[in-house]
């Protein structure tokens, strides 16, 4: 798999997309995971971040969006998914892929060592390795990794609080869960596909 390393407008609007759709299709699916492991007492890390300042909002930017958008892309997406790519194409696995996308995304869930954002840390996982695969291109999982803990932050400071508010009480919220993630996931497989490799 031959890397590209030039971006396009096309791809960049489409990881934007991307992105948002994902933010707004699984976050009502994160708050119910959220609310099933707290009952089963697993509690998930839920630092008590104030970012209230202009200063701490810049701070925040560079702590939680620009460096793990670098450094985690460089491990789990340049490193891990990558070297899985190349050592099955090696051995000729059949969906090998796929299966690097399945076990690299694991990985970078489990990394974060979060209950509460274990299956979103997969589904993040999953899509970020896919543009990989799709764009042959490091910058846009890089690109989409950003977006998704810039819109975090940026909420947090707007909001003045330490993290996403939510409420999950009713058989409403889970419908409304149900209906998000079924059409937010069937917009960004669209959109995934729709990623253009430049050779």
Known sequence: MKLSWRLSFHNILFCILIAFVCIGAFMLVQFAFIDMFTKWGLQGRSPDVKIDTWSKYATGVLQWCVLPAVLEEVIFRLGIFYGLVLLFRHFGVKHGDWLAVLLSSIAFAIYHWNWAQLVYQFILGAIFATAFLKTRNFLYPVLLHFINNFFVVTYTFIAGGGDLMYTWSSGYTVITAIVLAGLGGA?????????????
């Open 187 to 199: 917009i960004i497989v669209s959109l995934l596909w729709s990623l253009n490799e430049r050779r």
